[in-house]
C-alpha cells in the first residue's frame, strides 16, 4: 500500500474588522433608536389619547357631512383611476354612497360620546376611506383626505380609556397612539418636502416655478389677486422656500413639545394661503394636524383631581 500524501489545507479568508468610527456610528444609531422606540412607547395620561381620538373622529364626521358624495355617482367611468386602495369597488350608487355617509356620521357621534369608542372609529374610518377613496380617484389622484385617513388607520388600533378611567390615569396603551399618530404626521408632511426637492430640486422653491403656479391657479378672489402675488419680485420664491422647509422640518418641530401648538399654527397658514392662491381645499390637513399636534403641545394639563393611577401596560 502507498501512502497518499495529504491535501493541502486551504487557509480561511480573514474578514478585515470594521474601523472604529464604523463602530461608533451603529452603535449611536442603534442607541438612538432605543431611545425613540422607547419614548414612543412611553406611558402617557388617558386624557390626551381621549382628545386626539374625539378631535381625529370629529374631522372625519365633518369631511363625511359636507360633502355631496352623490357626485361619484355622476362620474363617467372613463374618469375612474382605479390604483388606490379602493380601486377594486365598482362603482357605486347614490344610494350606497348616501347610506355610507350616513353610517359613518352615526358612527363618528358614537365614538365621540364614547360608546364602543374603538369600534365606532372603525365604522367611520371605513365609511370615510371608502368614500374619500372613491372621490379621490377622478381623473387624477386627489389626496385632500390622505392625512386625515392616514392618522385614523393608526388610532385603530388604539385602546380608547373607559367612561369610569380617571383622565390622569396613564398607561403603556394609552401613550403610544397618540404619539404615533404625531409621527404619521411629521412623516408625511416631511415626505411632501422630500418628493419635492426629489422631482425639482431647490429649484420648485427658488425659480420662477411657484410664480408661474400662482398664474395658473384658480383663486376664489379672482385672477388678480394671483397675478399680483406672482408679480411681486420674490414672493412666491419666499411663499415656496417657507412651505419647504415647514414640510421638510417637520418631524423635527412636532419632537419638541412646545413647536407644535406653532407647527400647527404654521400648517393653518400654509394650506389657507393655498386655498386663496390656488382654490385648492386642504382642510381637513389642517384639522387633522391640529387634533393632534395641540392636545400633544398644550403646556396646561386639565384641572381634574389627581385621583389617577397608573395602570398595567
Known sequence: ???????????????P?????????????????????ARLVAPGPAWRLRWVHALVACVIGLRLATR????????PDALRVRANVVGWIPDLPAAALVGLQVVGVVAVVLAVVRWRPRAAFAVAWVCYTVLAGLWGSSGKFLHNDVLTVTVGAVLLFAAVPGRGTPPRAT?????????????????????????????????????DNMAWVLRQGTSP???AFTHAIADTPWLPQLLATGA?????TAPILLFVAWTRVPFALAV????????????????????TAAAV??????????PWPRRGRVAPA
Open 268 to 287: 393653518a397658514a400654509m394650506h389657507t394661503s393655498i386655498w386663496a392662491c390656488l382654490g385648492l381645499d386642504y382642510s381637513a390637513w389642517v384639522l
Open 244 to 248: 419647504l422647509c415647514l414640510e421638510l
Open 68 to 75: 355631496d358624495w352623490t357626485q361619484i355617482a355622476a362620474r
Open 293 to 302: 399636534a395641540v392636545p400633544m403641545g398644550l403646556p396646561w394639563r386639565p
Open 17 to 37: 474588522a470594521p474601523p472604529a468610527w464604523h463602530r461608533r456610528a451603529g452603535a449611536a444609531v442603534r442607541g438612538a433608536a432605543r431611545r425613540l422606540d
Open 221 to 223: 378672489f379672482g385672477p
Open 171 to 207: 398607561s403603556v396603551r394609552w401613550g403610544w397612539p397618540p404619539r404615533a399618530a404625531l409621527a404619521v404626521v411629521a412623516v408625511v408632511y416631511c415626505l411632501t418636502g422630500v418628493q419635492k426637492l426629489r422631482h425639482s430640486g431647490l429649484g420648485w422653491a427658488l425659480s
Open 1 to 15: 500500500m502507498t501512502a497518499t500524501a495529504p491535501e493541502p489545507t486551504v487557509p480561511e479568508p480573514t474578514v
